[in-house]
């Protein structure tokens, strides 16, 4: 038993390296930020698509309004994704990825304004260390530089994703993690078509090697494994190990693109990171 949930646990941490590979590829890839993300949805859809032809897994049916509910979680997906490579472009993997770590103030204050419930005590320090190792992290209070404007797009991603996550409270009801993907994935794909089709043969074959490794492997196989994991160790515990996300791409990018954050960078994220995997651990 010990050794399954050891194991559990590095596969909860190679989940993390895979989720923070995929701000690496973004800064790798050419393409735009709108043809990488059609790109990405397409493959993770038809994967999804595929493994439940294998296991002969139906598509649960969905009423008038629950087929409008995954239209509009879809927009916010794709919304979520696109701003995120538009930060990591603009602004560096460092500065883009820890812009969009805030996301889970945004996920406290969208509970507090949508659901009435209360802020907690640990949420609202939380949503302080948030804002202060965001203004670590900002590279200058300009608004014309551009890894300045970086940080924000990376913010607004986060905000988008919090909000995201709380509309999903309401969708784990309905659908399983998989068939909501395969959902807001398909819709995904008509949403963006019509702004990106007529890039898509220009894009060079390999950004569509790294587009395929975003699709396969952060996102396919990256979700299997957090959901799989989920069978041996608490959510809790998973969700603190995933907050390490920025950490692994900052590690990575420093590897292998030579993005060498600078110490208050590095002080500002450890605020935001650890706030965030205490919160988690305390839940």
């Not at 395969?182 to 587009?211: C, E, K």
């Not at 492997?217 to 515990?237: E, G, H, P």
């Not at 060498?260 to 002080?267: A, V, Y």
Request: with cysteine; glycine share 8%; proline share 3%.
């Amino acid at each position: 038993m010990n050794d399954n949930y050891n194991l559990t646990l590095l596969k909860v941490h190679f989940t993390a390296v895979l989720f923070g590979l995929t701000g690496v590829l973004g800064a790798v890839i050419q393409s735009s930020p709108k043809v990488l993300v059609l790109g990405r949805v397409i493959i993770a859809c038809s994967a999804l698509g595929l493994f439940f032809l294998i296991k002969r897994q139906p598509l649960t049916k969905l009423c008038k309004r629950d087929f409008s509910f995954q239209i509009l979680l879809s927009m916010m997906l794709m919304a979520h994704w696109v701003t995120f490579y538009i930060a990591i472009k603009a602004g560096g993997v460092a500065v883009g990825t820890l812009g969009f770590a805030s996301f889970p103030g945004f996920a406290a204050l969208s509970e507090t304004l949508l659901f009435k419930e209360r802020l907690k005590y640990r949420e609202f320090w939380l949503l302080i260390a948030i804002s202060l190792g965001l203004i670590l992290v900002t590279p200058s209070f300009e608004f014309g530089d551009r890894a300045t404007q970086g940080l924000l797009w990376g913010i607004l991603s986060g905000a988008i994703y919090g909000l995201l996550a709380v509309f999903n409270r309401k969708n784990a009801s309905k659908l399983s993690g998989s068939q909501a993907s395969f959902w807001q994935y398909f819709f995904g794909i008509l949403v963006l078509l019509p702004f990106s089709y007529q890039q898509l043969p220009t894009v060079p074959a390999l950004d569509w090697f790294w587009i395929a490794c975003i699709g396969l492997l952060c996102t396919s196989l990256a979700y299997t494994l957090f959901v799989s994991s989920l069978k041996t160790i608490n959510a809790r515990t998973a969700a603190m190990i995933i907050s390490l996300e920025p950490v692994y791409a900052i590690i990575i990018a420093w590897i292998w693109l030579g993005e060498i954050p600078s110490l208050r960078m590095i002080i500002g994220g450890l605020l935001i990171v650890v706030s965030v995997a205490i919160v988690n651990l305390k839940k």
